[in-house]
């Protein structure tokens, strides 16, 4: 279904974004295109109008990690953002710490081992029966402002790991069993037509899901922060992006960790923290200017051509105090990471 939902939409967005931007094919320099980390069916999608494009007018293509995006996006709107900084991104799919050496070059200090924030508070959010339109977290955000943030005692995960990982799949759970518990019918009556107290219950748990949700983004920030500034005594910058970074009650408490530890922090418009092809335009300039991009594709390339898929792909080699044994990750058929790929055409 995300497939054929891209496939029906690839061809106007893309000509939507020439006619705004008042420019044609023949005007580009070269063609972004992610190519990974993601499904590899909707990636297909792209890459083919990518390369149908660079074909046509025998542009150079550059191939764009989606994560890396995300990081870098901020360096498109804070000029003076400079290398190296520590990035925290944080969305539906995805919690990652890395400190960024420079374009290309990352070094992994946490991920996630199971859920990532932004899918607990979708899910979350769906199980208190929240208007889900404008999405999940900002309607969970909404509601846990009238909630009592100490009212259900939750556990905040993975405290005995002395590490960077992420785990919210536990936390989920919690929230379930939370609902579950009192009773109350999220199902069936949504937030909008539920009584005073039961809205109250439903604010109550928001509150409480939100507060240590957060308190586990904070505890491994503050552990990323300090293996950081061994590593790179210099960081002046704790940047914090993808879809969650908009969440004004996460960036409140990321901003006392980054003040905390004399960072500043930097977080794109909340525009360019959701999924979104400027990001990946914005990559594309970065690595075309240094160099790194792929001559135009060949004429008589075919159109069933098999692209070179990045579904699984590592954006930096892992931090060795990083490494878990309580790491849940499947590992087969893993791409080599994008730092290791570039310092292996550098070299």
Not at 75 to 97: E, M, Q, T, Y
Not at 148 to 161: G, T
Not at 267 to 278: E, Q, R, S
């Given at each position: 279904?995300?497939?054929?939902?891209?496939?029906?939409?690839?061809d106007?967005?893309?000509?939507k974004?020439?006619?705004?931007a008042n420019?044609?094919?023949?005007?580009?320099?070269a063609?972004?295109?992610?190519?990974?980390?993601g499904?590899?069916?909707?990636?297909?999608?792209?890459?083919?109008?990518?390369?149908?494009?660079?074909?046509?007018?025998?542009?150079?293509?550059?191939g764009?990690?989606?994560?890396e995006?995300?990081?870098?996006?901020?360096?498109?709107?804070?000029?003076?953002?400079?290398?190296?900084?520590?990035?925290?991104?944080?969305?539906?799919?995805?919690?990652?710490?890395?400190?960024?050496?420079?374009l290309?070059q990352?070094?992994?200090l946490?991920?996630?081992?199971?859920?990532?924030?932004?899918?607990?508070?979708?899910?979350?959010a769906r199980?208190?029966?929240?208007?889900?339109?404008?999405?999940?977290?900002?309607?969970?955000?909404?509601?846990a402002?009238?909630?009592?943030?100490n009212?259900?005692?939750?556990?905040?995960?993975?405290?005995?790991?002395?590490?960077?990982n992420?785990?919210?799949?536990?936390?989920?759970?919690q929230?379930?069993?939370?609902?579950?518990s009192?009773?109350?019918?999220?199902d069936d009556?949504?937030?909008?037509s539920?009584?005073?107290?039961?809205?109250?219950?439903?604010?109550?748990?928001?509150?409480?899901?939100?507060?240590?949700?957060?308190?586990?983004?904070?505890?491994?920030c503050?552990?990323?922060?300090?293996?950081a500034?061994?590593?790179?005594?210099?960081?002046?910058?704790?940047v914090?992006?993808?879809?969650?970074?908009?969440?004004?009650?996460?960036?409140?408490?990321l901003?006392?960790?980054?003040?905390?530890?004399?960072?500043?922090?930097?977080c794109p418009?909340?525009?360019?923290?959701?999924?979104n092809?400027?990001?990946?335009?914005?990559?594309?300039?970065?690595?075309?200017?240094?160099g790194?991009f792929?001559?135009?594709?060949?004429?008589?390339?075919p159109?069933?051509?098999?692209?070179?898929?990045?579904?699984?792909?590592?954006?930096?080699?892992?931090?060795?105090?990083?490494?878990?044994?309580?790491?849940s990750?499947?590992?087969?058929?893993?791409?080599?990471?994008?730092?290791?790929?570039?310092?292996?055409?550098?070299?």
């Amino acid at each position: 279904m995300a497939e054929e939902a891209h496939s029906l939409a690839i061809d106007q967005v893309v000509q939507k974004a020439l006619d705004d931007a008042n420019v044609s094919e023949s005007d580009l320099s070269a063609v972004a295109v992610t190519v990974g980390p993601g499904l590899s069916l909707c990636l297909r999608v792209g890459v083919h109008k990518a390369r149908k494009i660079a074909k046509s007018f025998r542009l150079p293509i550059v191939g764009v990690h989606h994560m890396e995006a995300h990081a870098l996006v901020s360096r498109l709107v804070n000029k003076d953002l400079d290398f190296p900084f520590l990035a925290l991104l944080i969305s539906g799919g995805h919690n990652l710490l890395v400190l960024a050496h420079g374009l290309g070059q990352y070094v992994q200090l946490g991920t996630t081992i199971d859920d990532a924030i932004g899918e607990a508070y979708d899910k979350s959010a769906r199980w208190l029966g929240l208007d889900m339109r404008k999405g999940g977290g900002p309607a969970l955000e909404q509601l846990a402002l009238e909630g009592d943030p100490n009212a259900v005692k939750f556990s905040v995960p993975m405290r005995q790991h002395k590490d960077c990982n992420f785990s919210y799949a536990g936390l989920k759970t919690q929230v379930r069993l939370a609902i579950e518990s009192r009773n109350i019918s999220t199902d069936d009556i949504r937030i909008s037509s539920a009584t005073k107290d039961d809205r109250q219950i439903r604010a109550n748990i928001a509150a409480s899901f939100q507060r240590v949700a957060v308190l586990h983004l904070e505890e491994r920030c503050q552990r990323a922060v300090e293996w950081a500034l061994k590593m790179e005594p210099s960081i002046k910058y704790f940047v914090v992006s993808g879809g969650v970074a908009s969440n004004q009650y996460v960036r409140t408490h990321l901003n006392q960790i980054a003040e905390k530890n004399g960072l500043q922090l930097v977080c794109p418009p909340p525009k360019l923290c959701t999924d979104n092809g400027v990001m990946i335009a914005w990559t594309g300039i970065e690595h075309f200017i240094a160099g790194r991009f792929d001559d135009p594709p060949a004429v008589d390339e075919p159109d069933d051509m098999q692209y070179d898929l990045r579904p699984r792909w590592p954006l930096g080699e892992e931090y060795s105090e990083g490494r878990s044994a309580s790491r849940s990750m499947k590992t087969a058929r893993v791409h080599p990471s994008l730092t290791s790929m570039i310092q292996g055409s550098v070299h």
